[in-house]
């Protein structure tokens, strides 16, 4: 199959309530999306543009690639539809592969057994072709074969990507709580940022979203921190065509060094880890840590940068009524030194957020996981402009 160069209809998926920012970056890239979905984006591609889309997307999560749509009602369906496809032409016989599936149809009740009958097909198929059979099993190093399945609706897709694109690669030391890296980009192209502005990061944590703001800011892409796609496990695989496009994301680094990015944590701990982190994402030297209270973090003045801040939600009993202090202070430290700043406030917990005592002049949706959450967008205004007390959120 000559996949490398024939458009084929291509899935994008990310984590709900990205959507959005993926289909920002996928038209940025120079793609026509065909449609956006809840959770992905559709859109007509190569194999080659599976490889440009995984090296540089921040907020997707897989690049499914269509081989073929069918109809099935039952796993013999899938046998017997999946068993009809070349796949001595797709996968190396003395390769290894993988089966990932996402299946709501009545007659399953175990999506493995729709991943066995996939698995089994191919490998029936490539016996009898070359006498030879690929290795498989559940790591995600090889190559990739997905299966979506939904009701009587089925379809094949070459996963070019493998482990997932939303961990971009660089973290070490995740930390308490940490944010996945796909949300905290997505949260950074939601906000005003104008990448050159300072932006302040109080409550840093593992240094996630100082990091994202960074890699950002100087069009660092994720792709320069892995190694290993499922695309390079496919035969046919170029690795010139791949090495240019790793050119490309080392030539497109912009450098800035009057940006002014500045993180801040009370726990020694965090800014340790936050630090190695920024190393191995090669940005420690744009990043000012801080180790203290958020409220004495530095903002620069004269300046109408962004301060984000991702607070604790408050999961377990007593701990919501020992945070409604904290993010009263929040609004103090935004009303006090953030003049002229945006505020952003990334939380899942709204009734410990009308405590900031601010009205947020955006509420943006998101998922921290399965957490239900909110980027609160504050316009700090200077001067004696009236405050407006938040009432509903």
Known sequence: MSFYTTKSPVTITCHKRLAPYLEQEVKELGFEVEETFITGVHLFATMNDCIKLNLNLRCGSQVLYSLKQFTAENADDIYNNAVKLPWEEILPEDGYFSITSNVMNDTINNSMFANLRVKDAIVDRMRDKTGKRPSTGAELTGAVIHLFWKNETAELFIDTSGDSLARHGYRKIPGRAPMLEALAASTILASQWDRKSPFVNPMCGSGTLAIEAALIATNTRPGLFRTNYAFMHLIGYDDEVYAKEM?????????????????????????????????????????????????????????????????????????????????????????????????????????????????????????????????LEYELYEGTRKVVKETDI
């Open 247 to 375: 050119d490309i994301l080392d030539e497109q680094i912009q450098e800035l060094p009057g940006l002014k990015i500045i993180a801040s944590d009370y726990s020694e701990v965090a800014i340790a880890n936050a630090r190695k982190n920024a190393i191995a994402a090669g940005v420690v030297k744009m990043i000012e840590f801080q180790k203290c209270d958020f409220a004495d973090t530095t903002v620069p003045e004269g300046e109408k940068g962004v301060m984000f801040v991702n607070p604790e939600y408050g999961d377990r009993l007593g701990e919501e009524t020992e945070l409604e202090e904290t993010y009263a202070r929040i609004g103090d430290f935004m009303k006090q030194k953030c003049k002229g700043y945006y505020g952003y406030v990334f939380t899942g917990n709204l009734d410990l957020a009308k405590k900031i005592g601010l009205k947020a002049k955006r509420r943006i949706e998101f998922y921290n996981s399965t957490i239900d959450c909110r980027l």
